[in-house]
């Protein structure tokens, strides 16, 4: 699976977007960009996943380059609830065997 | 549903000897997965399984083992503890393997081992 480079650590404003970028140079044409996020002490939670176009859910909007060789997470608008270390894991083939990495963490800050 | 649970919460367990982590899920999942987290790092995969029956190796599968006899469970057994398995363990299923399938974790196990 492709290597992922994310920032160890981001701040945000309370109520503002926060966004969360990820470089996967490597990538190859049948591998995902998942995003899992772990808030202090608890078991990842996944927030969404794509191949190649924008992804949008009821968490988050996932903006994948055309190129793919990188993406954002975008928290439209943050609260102190979503401070957590965020995970960008590229995989392909099956969603298991998921390699965690070191994440960013982003604080949300009032 | 309870989605994944794990027994016990915390354990304090002493070099050599053995317990065994439990994980349920009640989703009726195919895969499960064990990984454990150390401080500061990501997660890394331990122990696999596809289906009742069948288990695979992750990353670090020294040390522990796992048996899949039914769709619910799947424990984790440390055989013979080692201060190098002083982690937090966590438990993840989800529906199949495909690619588009989410996981779900479990609220995790912190084990120290003196």
């Known amino acids: 699976d492709a290597k992922t480079t994310q920032p160890p650590s981001m701040d945000c404003a309370e109520g503002r977007a926060a966004n969360l970028p990820c470089n996967h140079s490597t990538i190859s044409g049948n591998e995902y960009v998942y995003w899992y996020r772990q808030i202090h002490s608890q078991g990842p939670q996944y927030i969404i996943h794509g191949l190649k176009n924008n992804e949008t859910n009821e968490m988050a909007s996932l903006i994948i380059t055309e190129d793919r060789k990188s993406s954002t997470l975008i928290l439209p608008h943050a609260t102190l609830r979503d401070t957590a270390v965020y995970y960008c894991?590229?995989?392909?083939?099956?969603?298991?065997?998921?390699?965690f990495g070191k994440g960013t963490l982003l604080t949300v800050n009032p | 549903n309870a989605g994944v649970t794990q027994t016990p919460k915390f354990q304090v367990l002493k070099t050599g000897q053995s317990m065994t982590l439990q994980c349920a899920q009640d989703?009726?999942?195919?895969?499960m997965s064990w990984y454990r987290q150390d401080p500061g790092m990501g997660l890394r995969l331990i122990h696999y399984?596809?289906?009742?029956?069948?288990?695979d190796q992750g990353e670090v599968p020294n040390g522990y083992n796992v048996s899949r006899s039914t769709t619910e469970d799947f424990p984790l057994r440390l055989l013979s503890a080692a201060p190098s398995q002083t982690s937090v363990y966590f438990c993840a299923s989800s529906q199949t393997t495909g690619t588009t399938d989410t996981q779900y974790f479990g609220p995790g196990t912190r084990l120290t081992v003196l």
């Open positions: 989703m009726n999942h195919e895969y």
């Open positions: 399984s596809v289906g009742a029956g069948i288990t």
């Open positions: 894991i590229v995989s392909g083939g099956s969603n298991y065997k998921l390699t």
